[in-house]
């Protein structure tokens, strides 16, 4: 007869489980768009990407300092946040928003997902970072920056003697041949920033025959950053065979073991596109002033000082100290290339779409 | 005699409060697939093909005549059904070993084959990626039709497995006593009373690889695609979804024409006490050698990630390990600042897989209770094929366009839950009730009806005949669908990484994190990660082993 007891406790737990799921699931629901209660303190919601990342405490100090919750919600790529706020913009799935860049700003402008705001903590040294009046100017606040660049492995060439090729012209020579590794345009951030660079480097004339040129000299092309950088890219901590890889300005600095000897990876300083991340309030928030005060708390010493460390960017505040490794190892790149926000937003999508024209051969 | 003889000498006798209670059951499953997957599937296509309210059907035509558009439906179909028949062809030999053959480590055995089902996409494939380096394969489409055998292969072994160990032997061996070679006793006897669960395995492996995500992404570069890869691009990168909605309808026709055909091959398996399989002879060894193969084939990779996780540019090393369980500071100090840490990711995961399994249970528990049962009336059939339609249907559904759907459609009380952590056992459920179903229906409908009737006749209520009479029968079926529904909670990543947060991440998704950042520790760490992963996986599906096996002693 034992035997007979376990099914019966499995229905019971899966039919009570269903059963008490519905009622259960709406009367947990965190709703952040809940009216506030008066003098009850504000629970903000900072809605951001996959790889944002604060050290712990950071978001704890702004609590105990203000008395205001913060809760993070991750809501995919750069790309996708702005596709995600955009698409639920009659109820907006949070306060806050941190990490709208450069490439689509316009689109989260344009579409009206942002309050009018901008932190009065900037000064005159951040004001090359704020977009355009009226492409984003009045509702985005720049926290942080980063260049995607193409990144070398010194000791490959070293061992081979063979001179590092600096411009984006020497990618395609074949002097160079079978060296490369990009990722695609159309599924990963950083292969945009790349495509975007070279847009920005030969025009909308031009750009077409650099990349005809790149795959004549064996370019590889891979779908996303981790399987270009770590299955491709002949780099210390990867496995593959070719010396050069689109990645980030930051990346030279993480692969430092020795902080006496210099990097083993570094970039190419020719090749650099500038991601620019942005901060705003969204429009909705049933608290518009605590919101302020988040955007206004991402600019403080705090925040700026842990982004190197925890997101591999560049702080925009002027002044702000960096990590030793990166004082000593990172490259600042001076003139990187860039595109007017409202010229990546008119044309971004028919630029992928002739890029992978050109590279789907 | 057959379901439908006995119904004609005498019809349902499940009147009065069983009806009420299949009734309530069916209703309560409908509107729990209705609100969440349903509705917000809907709500997202109807934003597709119909923008403005209007229903607009021309942008269908137009993206499908894209030429990108039929080489990636072609290219998804092709790689589907090749991988599928290598699946059926390499399963089949490992389904025998494993589940017909008696041998010390079987029980081990069979939970590690398991393994590569839910191990993370991304990992395994740069694993796979270093492992074909310098190969013909590297870079090209066969690296993903590989891909997807490896990660799929198990669920043939598993799924025929388990209906192979209740078939009776005494009927081969007479099919041998009377002079057929094993292989025609095979081909003749054998073959035909696995169909089901043959039919069964092919099904959920082809919606399973048509609808590949991560492996072809990483595997695939920018030249190949799938459906899915492309609903992701359109939906995420482009908010394209006019042209995302065409091809998820695509992507749903697909879905239910494979359902249909699967509904025509479906016949009655026999149930009856599993057989314990019998000591490897002589004239095996040609099967086991072939399932010795396969067990290479998937043993690689996973060794080439253990392998990986002791090993940095410097050599080996337990820095990677030592961090994952906290005592290390992480690998030259470059290791991101993970919002949880592993071993925290690794609570999370197992709190929602639970939740996702109990779920997973209950959805497919009482649709394949309900599908097992003879409508009373036309409208009870008709709810029935509308039930069975619906909870397989997320097989064939894309994470990305669920995840939308969830944006847009639970935006309000009472069902304002687009935040909430709880979505994701609920999203993991609908990943794995499909297969609950698949394992749990063809045994339920091979209950004999006789015997529910006689339990009736002698005064059994209908909930006391569920359990003594379905359940008991099945008992052992429930906790291997169990096991399985608990792993593909536990490995679930693309609706996963939509709905968690950041402080509910899922071991998944930091080794996703942890595989995207440069640095000398933190692949080796990701690595380890995974293979963290696997012996949990490993460890569960092993316990779900044995629970089973006591039961049969029990039951013997």
């Known amino acids: 007869m034992g035997s007979r007891i376990r099914p019966v406790r499995l229905v019971v737990a899966a039919v009570a489980a269903g059963a008490l799921l519905g009622p259960a699931l709406a009367g947990c629901s965190g709703s952040p768009q809940d009216p506030p209660a008066s003098g009850a303190s504000a629970q903000l919601v900072l809605v951001t990407h996959d790889s944002f990342a604060l050290s712990d405490g950071v978001l704890d100090a702004f609590t105990s300092e203000t008395g205001i919750a913060v809760d993070v919600v991750a809501l995919g790529d750069a790309g996708e946040l702005v596709n995600k706020l955009v698409l639920t913009k009659d109820s907006p799935l949070g306060d806050v928003v941190f990490g709208i860049d450069n490439t689509f700003a316009s689109r989260a402008v344009d579409a009206g997902v942002l309050l009018d705001y901008v932190s009065t903590a900037l000064t005159a040294a951040e004001a090359p970072y704020l977009l355009p009046a009226g492409q984003g100017g009045e509702q985005l606040t720049p926290v942080d920056s980063g260049d995607v660049c193409v990144n070398v492995d010194h000791e490959w060439f070293a061992e081979r003697g063979l001179a590092e090729p600096a411009t984006l012209e020497d990618l395609a020579d074949p002097a160079y041949r079978d060296l490369l590794v990009v990722e695609s345009a159309a599924t990963s951030s950083p292969g945009l920033a790349f495509l975007l660079a070279t847009v920005a480097a030969f025009g909308e004339g031009g750009w077409q025959d650099y990349w005809r040129a790149l795959i004549g000299n064996g370019v590889k092309i891979d779908a996303g950053w981790t399987d270009a950088y770590y299955a491709d890219f002949s780099g210390p901590s990867s496995d593959g065979e070719r010396p050069l890889v689109v990645s980030y300005s930051s990346s030279p600095p993480v692969e430092v073991v020795d902080p006496a000897a210099p990097s083993p990876t570094g970039v190419l300083t020719a090749t650099c596109f500038r991601q620019t991340e942005y901060a705003g309030v969204l429009a909705g928030t049933a608290w518009p002033e605590a919101a302020q005060r988040l955007v206004d708390f991402l600019l ?12 591999y960017v560049y702080p925009v505040v002027a002044g702000t100290p960096l990590p030793e490794t990166w004082a000593a190892h990172a490259v600042r790149i001076e003139d990187p290339y860039g595109l007017d926000p409202a010229e990546i937003g008119a044309s971004r999508e028919r630029w992928i779409q002739e890029w992978a024209a050109i590279v789907d051969r | 005699m057959t379901a439908e003889a006995r119904s004609r000498t005498a019809p349902s006798r499940a009147g009065g409060s069983g009806r009420v209670w299949t009734w309530a059951g069916a209703l309560l499953l409908l509107a729990f697939l209705g609100v969440f997957f349903l509705w917000p599937v809907g709500e997202i296509l109807a934003r597709g093909i119909a923008p403005d309210g209007a229903l607009d059907l021309s942008g269908i035509g137009e993206v499908l005549a894209r030429p990108r558009t039929l080489r990636i439906v072609g290219l998804t179909l092709a790689q589907a059904a090749l991988a599928t028949l290598a699946c059926l062809v390499l399963g089949m030999p490992a389904a025998f070993v494993l589940y017909r053959l008696r041998f010390r480590g079987r029980t081990a055995l069979r939970a590690l084959a398991v393994v590569p089902f839910v191990l993370p996409t991304v990992v395994v494939g740069v694993a796979f990626k270093v492992l074909l380096a310098d190969t013909p394969l590297d870079g090209s489409w066969w690296a993903i039709v590989l891909a997807l055998v490896f990660f799929n292969v198990s669920v043939v072994t598993r799924t025929v497995g388990t209906a192979w160990e209740e078939l009776d032997p005494a009927v081969e061996d007479a099919a041998a006593d009377l002079g057929a070679r094993p292989l025609r006793a095979f081909w003749s006897v054998t073959l035909p009373r696995l169909g089901p669960a043959i039919a069964s395995a092919g099904i959920i492996v082809f919606l399973f690889c ?35 909605s065409a091809l998820s309808l695509v992507q749903l026709c697909f879905v239910v024409l494979v359902l249909w055909a699967a509904g025509r091959v479906r016949s009655r398996p026999e149930l009856r006490v599993p057989d314990p399989g019998r000591a490897p002879r002589r004239g095996d060894v040609p099967v086991i050698a072939v399932a010795a193969a396969v067990g290479a084939l998937l043993a690689v990779p996973v060794l080439a990630l253990l392998l990986r996780s002791f090993l940095d540019r410097d ?39 639970a939740a996702g399994m109990l779920l997973a249970l209950a959805v497919g528990l009482g649709a394949s209770i309900l599908l097992s049962r003879r409508p009373a009336s036309g409208w009870g059939s008709r709810l029935r094929s509308g039930l069975e339609g619906v909870v ?13 759907g969830y944006l847009v459609a639970l935006d309000a009380p009472p069902f304002d839950l687009r935040s909430s952590p709880l979505l994701v056992p609920i999203a993991q459920a609908l990943v794995a009730a499909p297969l609950v179903v698949r394992t749990l229906l063809p045994v339920l409908r091979g209950v004999d009806p006789l015997l529910r009737d006689a339990a009736e006749d002698l005064g059994a209520s209908p909930v006391r005949v569920l359990w003594s009479i379905d359940l008991r029968l099945a008992a052992r079926p429930v906790i291997a669908a169990a096991g399985l529904a608990f792993a593909i909670c536990l490995g679930e990543f693309g609706a996963t990484t939509f709905l968690s947060r950041p402080a509910t991440a899922t071991l998944p998704i930091v080794i996703e994190r942890l595989a995207g950042h440069p640095g000398p520790g933190n692949l080796v760490m990701a690595n380890a990660a995974a293979v963290l992963l696997a012996a949990v996986v490993a460890a569960a599906l092993a316990l779900a082993e044995l629970a089973g096996a006591r039961r049969v002693s029990r039951r013997g």
């Open chain 2, 315 to 353: 050599g080996w090393t337990l820095e990677a390990w030592a961090a994952l369980v906290g005592l290390g500071s992480g690998a030259g100090g470059a290791a991101p600042a993970l919002a949880v840490s592993p071993l925290a990711a690794l609570g999370n995961s197992l709190a929602f897989a």
């Open chain 1, 300 to 311: 403080s010493p705090t925040v700026q000082q842990d982004l190197p460390g925890s997101m």
């Open chain 2, 210 to 244: 048509a609808t590949a995500f991560g492996v072809v992404l990483v595997l695939g570069g920018a030249r190949y695609g799938t459906v899915e890869t492309e609903i992701w691009r359109l939906t995420s990168q482009y908010l394209d979804l006019r042209a995302a």
């Open chain 2, 392 to 404: 397989m249907l997320p097989l064939g559904v894309s994470a990305v366009t669920l995840g939308f």
